[in-house]
């Protein structure tokens, strides 16, 4: 997935079961790398793409992703498009869902208290080995060692989209250029992939998807803009965070 995971289990199971639980989600997620990856000529992205595995043809997963892909699509006025780039790209959607399944399946498998991070995507569930609900640090735009908001939950899927790595990297699908206005996204609602995409689209619409977001059901959102301003949702589960926005 080109980024780095961490999962924490904080159930007190027997350590064979904690590394069983754990070696299942990794299984899980390196299974989606290698089908969704696109930098492997290999993957089964890549060769749907190419047209070299008809849909008929293609995985339950596959098949999954482009059904909701498509359905993001309409939801987002085609802001969040897998077609974005000139070719099928459903990184905006993969990430988040792979990690939903894997933390649905730790539930199912008698490990509700958890928390797993795929690269900034965040789900929570249940409390911490400490027995208080988790925290999530959102990652601050200008300081990589800093978090400017930090938020606390039981059940939250956090998902946060940005300018951190590779700049204004989101395409504005209808001009065809880098979108420019937000620095980062952070949606949070049920679901890790579809806040996921969420948080792409409204980094592809610029400082229109404040409006957007602000008008979106059973989710809730904190944006920051280019220019240092932190706008967020009232009802927010937002810790106090002494930290300042402005670049450093």
């Known amino acids: 997935m080109g980024t780095a995971i961490s999962l924490d289990l904080a159930d007190d199971l027997p350590t064979a079961r904690l590394r069983e639980l754990t070696g299942d989600a990794f299984a899980w997620l390196r299974e989606v790398d290698a089908r969704f990856s696109t930098y492997?000529?290999?993957?089964?992205?890549c060769r749907f793409d190419r047209g070299e595995v008809p849909l008929s043809k293609a995985s339950g997963d596959?098949?999954?992703v482009l059904e909701r892909c498509a359905d993001l699509w309409g939801a987002t006025d085609g802001f969040f498009d897998a077609y974005a780039t000139g070719r099928l790209d459903p990184s905006g959607y993969v990430k988040g869902w792979a990690a939903q399944v894997a933390s649905d399946r730790l539930?199912?498998?008698?490990?509700?208290n958890?928390?797993?991070n795929a690269g900034g995507d965040v789900r929570v569930r249940g409390h911490s080995a400490s027995g208080r609900p988790w925290r999530v640090g959102v990652r601050h735009p200008w300081d990589e060692s800093a978090a400017c908001l930090v938020l606390t939950?039981?059940?939250?899927?956090?998902?946060?989209?940005?300018?951190y790595e590779r700049g204004h990297h989101v395409l504005d699908p209808r001009r065809g250029v880098p979108a420019a206005g937000l620095r980062s996204v952070t949606v949070v609602g049920p679901d890790l992939g579809v806040a996921d995409a969420y948080?792409?689209?409204?980094?592809?619409?610029?400082v229109a998807g404040i409006g957007w977001l602000d008008r979106l059901p059973g989710h809730l959102h904190a944006v920051i803009t280019d220019d240092a301003r932190c706008l967020h949702s009232p009802r927010l589960p937002l810790l106090p965070a002494p930290f300042s926005l402005l670049p450093t």
């Open 107 to 112: 539930v199912a498998a008698g490990a509700p």
């Open 199 to 206: 948080a792409t689209a409204a980094v592809a619409m610029g």
């Open 62 to 64: 596959l098949r999954t």
């Open 40 to 45: 492997r000529a290999d993957s089964e992205v």
């Open 114 to 116: 958890h928390c797993l």
């Open 153 to 163: 939950g039981t059940d939250l899927a956090v998902a946060t989209s940005g300018v």
